[in-house]
């Protein structure tokens, strides 16, 4: 168990790579569930990965990297939503570190969806 003051920094120092709700003035969301289904999928990982990326390439300004609670398709986590001002909301499935490096790179910079990553490319029936 970690101490008060271990826990105090340890959320100091979140504090700087994920935002709460709220706080995005105008920014691109990157939403990762982190509900239970979506922890024990792997989604913590996918969500460091996307902060790091974030805060290392100083794109605090442009994006925000927020967890959320469960999105309801439990069977597609990890799961990365992208909410960009004005556009309509892109969900990518199945996320691994990896593949968050590649949406961050291709989509976020680039502005080139992932498509082999997206909901929409899952075969739902």
Do not use: W
Not at 65 to 70: A, E, K, L, R, Y
Not at 112 to 121: D, E, K
Request: proline letters at 3%.
């Amino acid at each position: 168990m970690k101490t008060l003051e271990e826990l105090k920094a340890i959320r100091e120092k979140m504090q700087g790579q994920v935002s709460m709700r709220g706080e995005d003035h105008g920014r691109t969301r990157i939403l990762v569930g982190m509900a239970t289904c979506g922890i024990a999928s792997g989604a913590r990982p996918v969500l460091n990965t996307l902060s790091n990326l974030v805060q290392e390439n100083n794109m605090t300004d442009r994006f925000s990297v927020t967890q959320t609670g469960c999105i309801g398709l439990c069977q597609y986590e990890p799961i990365v939503e992208i909410l960009e001002p004005g556009k309509e909301k892109i969900t990518y499935i199945n996320m691994t570190p990896e593949k968050a490096e590649e949406v961050y790179k291709e989509h976020l910079l680039g502005g080139h969806i992932v498509q082999n990553y997206t909901l929409a490319s899952a075969d739902i029936k």
